[in-house]
C-alpha cells in the first residue's frame, strides 16, 4: 500500500476481517485495495434535514482553508457545493493550482485524491470524504502484478524499447513505476497527446490500466490496426501473449476496464437510433471499441460537455457515460433531447459513495480541528509518481 489513511479509530474499535460485504460497506481495511477501507465517525442521519444547512455552515467556517473538487460523476447534492467541477485531467490541475489551500476536499475516487497529493505542496492536506470510493479499474493493475510483466518484458527483450503510459485511474504505485520507466501519465482528454510522445520515445507503448482507452486512441486517433495490439492478462504466464506477439505488438494493453463505461454494448447504438432517429451518439473513450466505432463522437467527461454545450438547439444526443452526468446534462441543457445510451441505469458505485452525509462530517471534522479521511502518498512513491505526471503536465497542449 503506497497510500495511507489517517483516522483515529473509535474507542473500541476492532478491524474486522476485510469480508467483501464489509469492505462494500466501507466497514473494513483491505490495504491491497483501493477500496473497502474502513471509514469511522458519526455520520449525519442521511434524512437529516440540515444537512444542506450544516455543510454551508462548516463551508463558510473553513473559509479560504478549504477548497473542494467534485469530479463530473459525483452526485448533485456533493457538485453542488464543489468550488470547482471538471474531468481527472482538469481537477489534478486545480489542485496543483491552489497552494493557498489548507485542505483540498477531493470529491471524487481514491486515485485522484492520491494525485492531489502528490501535486500539492506538503502544508496541504488532501480529503476523501468516503475512504470506500476508490476505482474497481485502479485496482485491476496491482504493483507485484505490473512488476511481473514488466519481468516478462525484459525476459522477452523488449522493456528498453516499451514507454509506459499510464491512465490517471491507477494507484500511485503504478504511476510510480510508470515515472521510474521513463513512461508518461494521460487522462480521457490527452491521451492521443500522450501515446504520440510515447511513439517518439520508443518503439512500443505498455498501457496500463483501461485496455479499452488505450485501444480506441491508438486506432482512432493514432490510425494503429487492432492487430498492432495485444491484450496482456497479468492473470495468465507470460500475460496470455507468446513473446512474438509481444515483440511485434506497438500497443501491449493492460487487461483491465471500467465497469460502468465496459457495459455499454453495440447493440445499445443500434437501440437507441432507432428510438431517436436522427440522434448523435457521444461515449466516453472508455467504452470498447465495438460501441466507439458506432458512436458519432467520442469525448472525455469534459469534452463531452463541451460538445452537448455546443450542440445545436434541438439536437438529440445519446450519451454513453456515467448516469451522474448525464442527468446533469439533462437539466442543464433543456433545449436539447438528451439520453442516456443504457436502458438500464448505471452510476460508478464508488463515486457515488462520496454523499451528502460524508460530505457534511468531513467538512464539520475539519471546521471543528479534526483532520478526517487525509489521504497521503509515500515519499519515494510520490517522488517518481509526480515524475510521471510532470511529463504528462508539460505535454503540447496540456
Ligand atoms: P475522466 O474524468 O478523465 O473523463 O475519466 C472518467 C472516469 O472514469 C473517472 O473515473
Ligand atoms: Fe473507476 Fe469507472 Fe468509476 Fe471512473 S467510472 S471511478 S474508471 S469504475
Not at 457538485?79 to 470547482?84: G, P
Not at 497529493?117 to 476523501?128: E, M, R, S, Y
Request: charged residues 25%; hydrophobic residues 40%; proline residues 6%.
Amino acid at each position: 500500500m503506497t497510500s495511507t489513511t489517517h483516522n483515529e479509530p473509535p474507542s473500541g474499535w476492532v478491524d474486522p476481517e476485510p469480508s467483501p460485504l464489509l469492505l462494500l460497506l466501507g466497514q473494513a481495511s483491505d490495504t491491497g485495495s483501493e477500496r473497502g477501507v474502513d471509514c469511522p465517525g458519526a455520520l449525519p442521519a442521511p434524512s437529516d434535514p440540515d444537512l444542506v444547512a450544516r455543510a454551508t455552515r462548516a463551508k463558510e467556517a473553513l473559509g479560504g482553508r478549504v477548497f473542494v473538487l467534485g469530479h463530473h460523476y459525483q452526485r448533485d447534492e456533493v457538485v453542488a457545493f464543489a468550488d470547482v467541477t471538471g474531468d481527472s485531467f482538469k481537477l489534478a490541475r486545480e489542485a496543483a493550482a491552489r497552494p493557498e489551500a489548507e485542505f483540498i476536499v477531493f470529491c471524487g475516487v481514491h486515485f485522484m485524491a492520491e494525485s492531489a497529493d502528490i501535486l500539492t505542496g506538503d502544508h496541504q492536506k488532501v480529503v476523501l470524504p468516503d475512504l470506500a470510493a476508490g476505482c474497481s479499474m485502479a485496482d485491476m493493475a496491482g504493483i507485484d502484478q505490473v512488476e511481473d510483466a514488466w519481468r516478462t518484458l525484459e525476459e522477452v527483450g523488449i522493456a528498453d524499447s516499451t514507454i509506459p503510459v499510464t491512465y490517471m485511474n491507477s494507484t500511485a504505485a503504478i504511476k510510480a513505476f510508470t515515472g521510474r520507466n521513463r513512461g508518461t501519465i494521460c487522462t480521457s482528454s490527452n491521451a492521443e497527446t500522450s501515446l504520440k510522445w510515447a511513439f517518439e520515445q520508443g518503439e512500443r507503448v505498455l498501457f496500463l490500466p483501461d485496455q479499452h482507452l488505450g485501444r480506441n486512441t491508438a486506432v482512432m486517433k493514432l490510425g494503429l490496426s487492432l492487430d498492432d495490439c495485444v491484450v496482456f492478462d497479468p492473470r495468465k504466464p507470460g500475460g496470455g501473449v507468446t513473446p512474438e506477439r509481444l515483440r511485434d505488438a506497438r500497443m501491449i494493453l493492460w487487461r483491465g476496464h471500467c465497469s460502468v463505461h465496459g457495459r455499454f454494448t453495440p447493440q445499445n447504438v443500434d437501440d437507441v437510433r432507432e428510438r431517436i432517429p436522427g440522434v448523435n451518439v457521444i461515449v466516453h473513450p472508455e467504452c470498447r471499441n465495438e460501441v466507439a466505432v458506432k458512436a458519432d463522437a467520442i469525448g472525455s467527461t469534459e469534452g463531452i460537455i463541451k460538445t452537448i454545450a455546443a450542440a445545436e438547439p434541438g439536437s438529440a444526443w445519446a450519451v454513453g457515460t456515467e448516469l451522474n452526468l448525464v442527468k446533469r446534462l439533462a437539466s442543464q441543457f433543456p433545449d436539447k433531447r438528451i439520453s442516456f445510451l443504457d436502458k438500464t441505469v448505471c452510476y460508478c458505485s464508488t463515486m457515488n459513495r462520496i454523499d451528502l452525509p460524508h460530505f457534511t462530517w468531513a467538512m464539520e471534522s475539519l471546521a471543528e480541528g479534526r483532520l478526517v479521511n487525509q489521504i497521503t502518498v509515500d515519499p519515494d512513491t510520490a517522488h517518481w509518481a509526480r515524475v510521471a505526471l510532470d511529463r504528462m503536465l508539460a505535454l503540447p497542449g496540456a
